[in-house]
Nanobody, 126 residues
Framework: QVQLVESGGGLVQAGGSLRLSCAASGRTFSSYNMGWFRRAPGKEREFVSA????????YYTDSVKGRFTISRDNAKNTVYLQMNSLKPEDTAVYYCAADRARWGLLHHRNDDYDYWGQGTQVTVSS
């Protein structure tokens, strides 16, 4: 089992940047694929990005491609989401999640992830 704690959210103006961090407990972090999701007000939680356990491949939803970058540091048990050129529509609670399925395609569905953090609020003002 792994516990996840997100941090780094906040209020930023449109065009600004934030870096989210997700710290994981346990010694098995490097065996999980990791994902970032978000839930905007009044909407369902949606996929943002994922990264393989090795860091060797990544996956992004179309709306954040070229603006967001996912990365991980297995020595620090941490996954990051660098968010640049933020837009008001990026406003949401951001969650990190761990997927025990290491092989095959990176997943984008909520149900494919096994462990979740509590979320961190990102608010982008226009």
């Amino acid at each position: 089992q792994v516990q996840l704690v997100e941090s780094g959210g906040g209020l930023v103006q449109a065009g600004g940047s934030l870096r989210l961090s997700c710290a994981a407990s346990g010694r098995t972090f490097s065996s999980y694929n990791m994902g970032w999701f978000r839930r905007a007000p009044g909407k369902e939680r949606e996929f943002v990005s994922a990264i393989r356990w090795s860091g060797g491949s990544t996956y992004y939803t179309d709306s954040v491609k070229g603006r967001f970058t996912i990365s991980r540091d297995n020595a620090k048990n941490t996954v990051y989401l660098q968010m640049n050129s933020l837009k008001p529509e990026d406003t949401a609670v951001y969650y990190c999640a761990a997927d025990r399925a290491r092989w095959g395609l990176l997943h984008h569905r909520n149900d494919d992830y096994d462990y979740w953090g509590q979320g961190t609020q990102v608010t982008v003002s226009s």
